[in-house]
């Protein structure tokens, strides 16, 4: 015997019920889960430094924050430096900084070539990744590594070239994730991806100027002159120690004789 079409229409609103009510219930409460581990920022200033002089500097950075977490231990927080071309960064010398520090850095291109100019180089991406916090209120990260300045192409009247960094807020941005220490391999979030969020509301407070000096093309005629004229000269004073210096066959040889 067949069920009814008023038996079947209460037995589908029941099933559905059942059905929307699990659905809900399952994400309502890994939802929740989640939201256990936060961190609201509602204001802050990306902080940016420059040690040392001439082409070898180091880069400090430090995060001033109003923010409110649950526990300093459940958030990572990334920088991502947009760098110029002007500027470098050593690979090896970042490898050692991270083994003794718990901090992870990672660069966009596979290869940097150290030793090419500005201009023949291309900007790239350096993230810097910190997984604990320090347990300074109000500040989020606080990091420095060092930096290095290209050599520049020579130009027509001129002595320094004006590197800036910080300018813009596309230059350094904060990214954060928080997961809780149940998920311990943060590895598993690319930066690229969309787990890490944007820290709107933080940004950069101050910039870095930096100066690089560029070789003037006008001085080109008198060093050019000077440089030929060295050449010169030590290609003749080279050449007359070799004609002062007596050649093996006129040179006298003395045998003592063996004794047996």
Known sequence: MGLSMKT????????????VTSVVSYYGFKGSQDSVHYL???????NLQVKNEGYHRVLHTTITADYETSNRKDCAVTLRYDFPSDIYVDKYELATIALNRKVEFYVDNKFIDVE??????????????????????????????????????AAEDSRYKEVRFGDAYSDVQMLYLCKGPRISN????????????????????????????????????????I?????????????????????????VIKLSPVKC
């Open 186 to 225: 943060w590895k598993q979030f690319p930066l690229n991806s969309g787990e890490w969020i944007p820290a709107s509301f933080v940004k950069v407070n101050k910039d870095v100027v930096m100066y690089v000096p560029v070789g003037d093309t006008n001085n080109f005629p008198c060093v050019s002159l």
């Open 227 to 251: 440089t030929h004229g060295f050449v010169l000269l030590g290609t003749y004073y080279i050449l007359r120690r070799l004609m002062a210096t007596p050649s093996p066959d006129n040179a």
């Open 8 to 19: 079947k229409i209460i037995l589908f609103a029941l099933y559905s019920l059942i059905f």
């Open 40 to 46: 609201t920022i509602h204001s802050g200033n990306i």
């Open 116 to 153: 090419t100019p500005a201009h023949k180089s291309d900007p790239f991406v350096l993230y810097v990744v910190n997984y604990t916090l320090p347990d300074t209120a109000n500040k989020l990260i606080e990091t420095e590594f060092p930096i290095h300045l290209r050599y520049q192409k």
